[in-house]
């Protein structure tokens, strides 16, 4: 039996992934998203794809947890592919292809990072990594906890549009049609009615963190990388490295 959760949220578990730190894994999705900017080779994006699939499979992330995306996402790509093979033949068919294969794998590399860190932990380690912009006098630590809240923030986003969409499926369609005027919900009403309950769920957010005292510390336990941070980052650096070599030779 496949579980469904929300595309942004935690999965439970206990594995090697689980237990990185939070800023080894932004690094590490950092690293791989550079090198496949600077290089974007088929090499270079398989690497970074069996990557994601490996590291899910460490973690064991259900395949209920996968967003599936709708059928006209996949048509729009086929009418991608088929305008560039029209226009620029089979290299610009492939040159699209490449592209959208790389905004799909870093998203799937981003989205595991969700799936396999606590929300509480990211901010302390965003705030970590950009410690020596303290220097320069900026504010790092409301970043960090800006960007907490942001991710924070998606999961409930997320949850409200599909009660909205659901709300929206129940009304009545045109063959049983109702005089009440919210049965006649357009797109600009549904928008409207997300909008207005994005707002809600901020200010609600906003008065709890007043009653709270504010935002505070990052953590009470700030978490610090380890020997498998560091075995993490080498595996990475040697499979960018090998991915690059055989890149060159190609």
């Known amino acids: 039996m496949t579980m469904r959760t ?16 939070a800023g080894t894994k932004l690094v590490i999705v950092l690293i791989l998203g550079i090198m496949t900017w600077v290089l974007p080779s088929w090499p270079a994006l398989g690497m970074v794809a069996a990557i994601v699939i490996l590291t899910a499979l460490i973690a064991g992330i259900p395949l209920g947890a996968i967003p599936r995306p709708p059928w006209w996402f996949w048509g729009l790509i086929g009418v991608g592919v088929a305008f560039n093979v029209s226009f ?5 068919g492939l040159v699209f292809l490449r592209a959208v294969t ?31 912009l303290r220097r320069l006098r900026l504010p790092v630590d409301e970043w960090a906890v800006a960007i907490a809240l942001c991710l924070r923030g998606l999961p409930l986003l997320i949850e409200e549009l599909r009660m909205l969409r659901a709300a929206h499926k129940l009304r009545p369609t045109a063959k ?14 549904l928008i409207t009615a997300a909008m207005s309950s994005a707002l809600r769920r901020s200010a ?17 336990h700030p978490a610090r990388p380890g020997r498998a941070d560091l075995l993490a980052l080498i ?3 040697i499979a960018c490295g090998v991915a690059v070599a055989v890149t060159l030779i190609l």
């Open 6 to 21: 929300v595309p942004l949220r935690q999965v439970p578990g206990d594995s090697f992934v689980h237990r990185l730190w």
């Open 204 to 220: 609600e957010m906003a008065e709890a963190i007043t009653a709270r005292g504010g935002t505070g510390r990052l953590t009470a």
């Open 102 to 132: 790389l905004a799909l794998v870093l998203v799937a590399s981003s989205i595991l990072v969700i799936w396999t860190t606590p929300m509480a932990d990211v901010a302390p380690a965003i705030a970590r990594l950009m410690r020596p």
């Open 235 to 237: 595996v990475i650096a």
């Open 88 to 92: 620029a033949g089979l290299h610009g």
């Open 176 to 189: 049983g049609r109702s005089d009440h005027p919210s049965a006649e919900m357009g797109i600009m009403d």
